[in-house]
């Protein structure tokens, strides 16, 4: 800049002088004043909207950087989500189903060996009547075997009734366990169709949500750094709009040695003051386009910011789908779940009776393992009587061998019965034993976990969110402001035109001034090194001597 | 309980980003338009003052000297901001009682740091 004052102070040297050079100054002045008051209003202007902007720039980037930290706050609860519904998959019923299902295959068993007793009941009737007759032909003689015909008869009669209540509990029995295991076949069938492919679709839900997180954490971060450097840009626009005070406080002086030239130094004046000005000129217009360039390239990295961080933030802010999934997913796993845990105690209740029945039924078989064997010893009294009738008593004696025969079957039955009964008896204890843990401790402190981490999500989820589009509120706001103060800083080509005008005016007030007649120019009241600088680039060896110059301080900050 | 600062300057830019900066620090500030406005606004709650040399009325050095010798404002450090180049003038200022001199233009993280090094 000063080399080519002095390219031009050199042409301007050996020129002649101007008549009316100091008439133009009040022209100039005029001028010169108006430039400096119209566009003090811009730059205020333009400083009053920038400078809330930088403070919106650093309170998105602190929030940004937050941002991470609310994140954070939904990964514990993802951890547990993922765990339990894991484990939610892992629970499998078919054990307990096979345990049901044995139990049913003896109940059936049961059954149908109360049936098989039906016939030997039936020939305990005939061998009632039989017992009766043959009795009774030995009526009024030495042997009575009244009594016999009345024990068989009684005894069939209750062996017969025990054998019914056996068949009916055994009924209800088979009714009982069969139900139980279409119950556990159908809940195994479910759980294995369901929770697995629900679990999955939870999984693959969850995996995005982390996902999620990992991308808008390490976006927030980026923005972080991209807003802390438009916090910094702004700054520099602020510094830049400064300029203004300073070509202010230069047209001052240039319009105070104007005014305060004499005719005889006007010519030199004016060659100097056009140098001044033409600096000034300089000054302002860099600083214009210094300020415009910074605020379109804030404008434009603003852009970028937005459009990337709405991508990325835009996907939590508004849009739920992955929470909504989830919590969805979780809501059914709670419910399956409790289905299970109904169904258990279901199942413990179904146990329960089963074990109650059976243990009834085994007190009916004991009475008719009791009967058999009352039998078998009537029918050996039978047979010791009849034998000592000869032949008489062969009939009887062939009763009572029937007898002793169909006591010896129900005898086997009842013990035979017995055993399955305490299979099954078995099992069942087994069986609640096993479901006792499933429906205990397990899937109580499961569905807990389960409602809790889902809830500590959705609050972890809706604070990220709620932070989400806090920030994209904010950038849409700060982008549009700062182009409206692209917009409405200008060019300021009017006001460097009109300077550029007054440099002209006063360059031809000056003619063909010389360099000597500068030293007849009362030099300026300059404050500032740039403006002696001028002075020297214009007057070269008639320069008056200047003050001494403030020493470069660093930061240009100095403490006293 | 919020610091009071008086910014003093014939320019209204210049106030403008002074005050802007303060205030976003969490200070308070009072405006003068030049040493005389400012003389009429020193009082002991104020803080501190930031002034220019270069104003009509009363300069910034002149004022400096009216500061150190106000009742209640004498031990108000005074901060000089200015473009001014004379070394003589900053001497001056110095030996009237100035505790800093920043050269404009300023950027506003510099402006806070001499604030908060000189308010301590």
Redesign the interface.
Do not use: C, K
């Given at each position: 800049m000063l080399a080519s004052l002095a390219a031009f102070a050199r042409r301007v040297q050996g020129g002649g002088k101007s008549k009316d050079a100091a008439g133009a100054f009040p022209e100039v002045c005029a001028k010169l004043r108006g430039i400096a008051s119209s566009t003090?209003d811009e730059?205020?202007g333009a400083?009053?909207r920038l400078?809330?902007l930088?403070?919106q720039a650093q309170t998105i980037a602190a929030g940004a950087t937050s941002l991470a930290e609310v994140l954070e706050r939904g990964v514990g609860p993802l951890g547990v989500l993922a765990e339990v519904v894991k484990q939610a998959a892992g629970s499998d019923a078919g054990e307990l189903a096979g345990w049901i299902e044995e139990i049913e295959r003896e109940s059936r068993q049961i059954q149908r060996a109360i049936q098989a007793i039906a016939p030997i009941v039936r020939s305990f009737d005939v061998m009632g009547v039989l017992t009766r007759i043959e009795s009774s032909r030995f009526a009024g003689g030495g042997a009575s075997f009244e009594g016999l015909a009345a024990s068989v008869g009684a005894l069939s009669l209750e062996i017969r009734e025990k054998v019914a209540a056996t068949s009916d509990s055994a009924a209800v029995l088979l009714a009982g366990t069969t139900r139980a295991a279409n119950d556990m076949r159908r809940l195994t069938g479910e759980q294995r169709q369901q929770l697995a492919a629900l679990t999955h679709r939870t999984h693959a839900e969850l995996e995005k949500i982390r996902a999620h997180h990992v991308q808008v954490t390490e976006s927030g971060t980026r923005m972080a750094e991209r807003f802390g450097r438009v916090s910094a840009a702004i700054?520099?626009v602020?510094?830049?709009?400064?300029?203004?005070?300073?070509v202010?406080?230069q047209i001052e002086h240039i319009v105070a040695a104007l005014e305060g030239a004499s005719k005889a130094s006007a010519a030199g004046t004016a060659l100097l003051q056009a140098a001044q000005l033409e600096h000034s000129t300089a000054t302002f217009r860099d600083s214009v386009h210094q300020v415009r360039a910074a605020l379109q390239e804030v404008e434009r990295t603003m852009q970028e910011v937005s459009n990337e961080s709405l991508a990325i933030l835009g996907h939590g802010s508004g849009d739920h789908s992955f929470l909504a999934t989830v919590e969805a997913g979780v809501k059914e796993i709670v419910t399956i779940l409790e289905d299970h845990s109904t169904a258990d105690h279901a199942l413990a209740e179904a146990a329960a009776e089963v074990y109650q029945r059976t243990a009834e039924i085994a007190r009916t078989v004991a009475g008719v393992y009791t009967i058999s064997i009352e039998m078998q010893r009537i029918a050996l009294n039978s047979t010791i009587q009849a034998a000592r009738l000869g032949q008489e008593g062969s009939a009887l004696e062939a009763v009572a061998g029937a007898i002793r025969s169909l006591a010896d079957q129900t005898e086997e039955a009842s013990n035979g019965l017995q055993s399955r009964l305490e299979k099954v008896q078995g099992v069942v204890e087994a069986l609640n034993e096993a479901a006792g843990l499933r429906a205990g401790a397990g899937a109580g402190e499961r569905i807990d976990r389960l409602r809790d981490a889902a809830a500590a999500l959705a609050e972890a989820e809706e604070q990220a969110n709620n932070r989400l589009d806090q920030t994209v509120a904010y950038i849409e706001s700060l982008a549009a402001e700062i182009h409206q103060a692209v917009e409405s800083f200008g060019t300021h080509e009017e006001s460097i035109q009109a300077m550029q005008d007054s440099i002209d005016r006063l360059r031809a007030a000056a003619g063909d001034a010389k360099a000597v007649d500068l030293a007849a120019a009362q030099p300026a009241a300059?404050?500032?090194?740039s403006e002696?600088a001028v002075h020297r680039a214009v007057a070269g060896g008639d320069a008056p001597s200047e003050?001494?110059?403030?020493?470069a301080?660093q930061?240009?900050?100095?403490?006293? | 309980m919020k610091k009071t600062i008086l910014t003093v300057d014939d320019s209204a830019t210049v106030r403008q980003m002074v005050s802007y900066t303060l205030q976003s620090a969490g200070y308070d500030v009072i405006e003068a338009t030049d040493g005389q406005d400012g003389l009429g606004k020193l009082s002991g709650s104020l803080s501190m003052i930031i002034t220019d040399v270069n104003m009509p009325r009363l300069d910034g050095i002149g004022l400096i000297g009216k500061v150190r010798s106000h009742p209640q404002a004498k031990y108000v450090p005074v901060v000089v901001l200015t473009t001014e180049s004379d070394a003589a003038k900053k001497q001056a200022a110095k030996s009237a009682g100035a505790t800093a001199w920043i050269i404009k233009p300023f950027k506003p993280e510099q402006l806070l740091a001499v604030v908060q090094k000189v308010l301590g």
């Open positions: 003090e730059f205020l400083g009053a400078m809330p930088q403070r700054g520099e602020v510094s830049g709009l400064q300029a203004h005070d300073i202010r406080q300059y404050t500032m090194q002696w003050p001494e110059a403030v020493g301080a930061d240009n900050v100095e403490f006293f | -």
